[in-house]
């Protein structure tokens, strides 16, 4: 039987977000901290944000369930006898089955982590978190088998003394393997393939057929199709992924002019693609700074991956103290009125930026400063680090925001055919227009991965196809406000223009990032123009109809998947 949720979500799904970013003096901001005793006497829980509350309904004194994402932009309250929470896998079995024989609504969640609530739904949810153990190891086919609630970071720790990794990481390591997989997730690498990719089976406990096992060498269209399922077809309960030989990382960080990197003849650009395994960039709008981060492997004459078993094997030779790095922004802030010393000191990155922002972020002229003083950071900001790989591909994403992240195919075997560089050509003019600026901070993130065999994913396409994923932000000011409403309202119209400049280029929004027509942060005009736009992407006719095998009922639906996949 399940355990009461507050119980559980405050000890298993506490999150506390430290308001770090991810510097080189910095280890990855994100840690999670278990205080079941003082969260259940507060009566809250954070979890993807995530919170455990005692509403009463009007009608029928009903507790609630509060579950809010973790970019703090959708939340939903599930009646707390509907919020399931399964501890073993018979259990997963039989409360899918019951809810398919009610006709019960039960959206599975991983980490809450999606910024678009695609796993959100006030009817019922399912949490995987409690079906968290690693099943199996094969080192000899360098391959781990586990269940779908375990997190990233769990997972790494635990196949680390077998010397293994994952391929490659996303920004946040406190995803559930389940959404790590099923919204098609990406790092960054020209040759890296979404992280689906490296799905060998899976096992998937359906509505219609019960628990069925998928794999890459018996399954085919269906296997290809449930890689990248979104949590529509059944929930993921096990995966098996191939891994690769842990392996250690320098990262390099290093500004480069804009003009020259958008020189039309594409030579810097061709040669970061091919120099490095991993690169992105961080364009800096209203400056001429972009923020490259490139990492290759050691050389093997390093340890090896059993001698560490934590982070703390990173290392930067970065030799400028972190507070003469943030002197820009400091000194940015001090000299607005009002301010005092107290407002500076001991202040990460993230929290001087966002300080910044609040003071006036519609307002492009003073964004234009806050860019300024962020590009002098990063110029004092090079430098090198080395590490397990694990610890160096995640970095933070900030806090509350608005986001949309767009992919679209740039060429061939990382060779980019330009598209890339033309999208923000295009995206960085409209942006600095003397007519309509855009109040836009840093940074824009560009990222490349090669393609994906799963016909859902973004990155749909040949092993040798090169895709970019470039994502724009707003920071969203803490609590409801007006300030907030505004931001809200600004970033929509930015979203717009964003889509549109990427739909010559046959661009596709991440799945995590989609919102509905009519929601905030939508690129969308109406739901019959995203309906086109997805059909023409990606084989609707042939999901819907595993879909409706797998799900008759449309039990593990929700607001989202109908509007997404809706004839």
């Known amino acids: 039987m399940s355990a009461p949720p507050r119980l559980l979500l405050a000890a298993r799904w506490c999150r506390v977000v430290p308001s770090l970013y991810h510097a080189h003096a910095h280890a990855h901001a ?41 970019s703090a932009t959708h939340d939903v309250q599930v009646p707390t006898n509907k919020y399931y929470q399964p501890e073993t896998h018979d259990e997963l079995v039989r409360i899918v089955a019951e809810a398919d024989k009610s006709r019960t609504k039960l959206r599975p969640v991983g980490s809450a982590l999606s910024p678009n609530g695609l796993a959100l739904n006030g009817e019922g949810m399912l949490s995987m978190a409690l079906l968290d153990n690693v099943v199996h190891v094969d080192q000899a086919k360098r391959q781990v088998t586990c269940q779908a609630g375990i997190r990233i970071s769990e997972l790494v720790e635990a196949i680390r003394p077998h010397g293994l990794t994952l391929q490659n990481y996303a920004s946040i390591r406190e995803q559930q393997v389940g959404g790590f997989t099923q919204v098609g997730a990406h790092g960054t690498g020209a040759s890296i393939p979404p992280v689906d990719e490296t799905v060998v089976s899976m096992k998937l406990v359906t509505p219609g057929e019960g628990v069925v096992t998928l794999s890459r060498d018996e399954d085919g269209s269906a296997f290809r199709l449930a890689k990248c399922g979104l949590g529509a077809l059944g929930v993921l309960s096990e995966v098996t992924l191939q891994c690769v030989p842990a392996y250690r990382l320098v990262e390099r960080t290093f500004v480069v002019p804009r003009s020259q990197l958008l020189a039309k003849d594409g030579k810097l650009h061709a040669s970061l693609l091919n120099q490095y395994m991993h690169v992105r960039y961080m364009w800096i ?283």
């Open 285 to 567: 709008p209203f400056t001429d700074t972009v923020v490259v981060v490139g990492l290759n492997p050691e050389e093997e004459k390093e340890t090896t991956a059993t001698d560490s078993s934590s982070s703390s094997s990173s290392s930067s030779n970065s030799s400028m103290p972190m507070e003469e790095r943030l002197v820009p922004l400091k000194h940015l802030l001090l000299r607005q009125p009002g301010a005092r010393a107290a407002d500076v000191d001991g202040r990460s990155f993230a929290d001087l930026r966002d300080a910044l922002l609040r003071r006036d972020p519609l307002n492009p002229e003073w964004v234009r400063k806050v860019n300024a003083a962020e590009a002098a950071f990063w110029a004092r900001n090079e430098g090198v680090r080395r590490g397990w790989s694990d610890e160096l591909l995640g970095f933070d994403c900030g806090g509350e925001q608005w986001v949309v992240e767009i992919a679209f195919p740039c060429g061939d075997s990382k060779v980019s055919d330009g598209g890339d560089l033309d999208v923000m050509r295009n995206l960085l003019a409209a942006i600095e227009s003397s007519d309509n600026p855009v109040p836009a901070p840093a940074p824009i993130e560009q990222r490349w991965t090669s393609g994906s065999s799963a016909p859902m994913s973004p990155a749909s396409g040949s092993a040798s196809s090169l895709h970019t994923w470039i994502g724009i932000i707003m920071y969203l000011p803490p609590g409801p406000s007006a300030q907030r409403d505004a931001v809200t309202s600004r970033f929509a119209g930015y979203a717009t223009m964003f889509g549109d400049l990427c739909q010559p280029y046959n661009g596709t929004v991440h799945w995590a990032k989609l919102e509905l027509p009519g929601n905030d942060g939508t690129i969308y005009k109406n739901l019959k123009e995203m309906q086109q736009r997805l059909r023409r992407k990606y084989p609707m006719d042939e999901f819907n109809a595993l879909r409706q095998r797998f799900d008759p009922n449309h039990v593990l639906s929700n607001e989202w998947v109908n509007g997404v996949f809706s004839k």
């Open 30 to 70: 994100h840690s999670y901290s278990f205080v079941a005793a003082s969260l259940a006497a507060a009566g809250i829980t954070l979890g993807g944000v995530l919170k455990a509350e005692q509403a009463q309904d009007n009608t029928a004194g009903a507790d609630f369930t509060h579950i809010v994402n973790w």
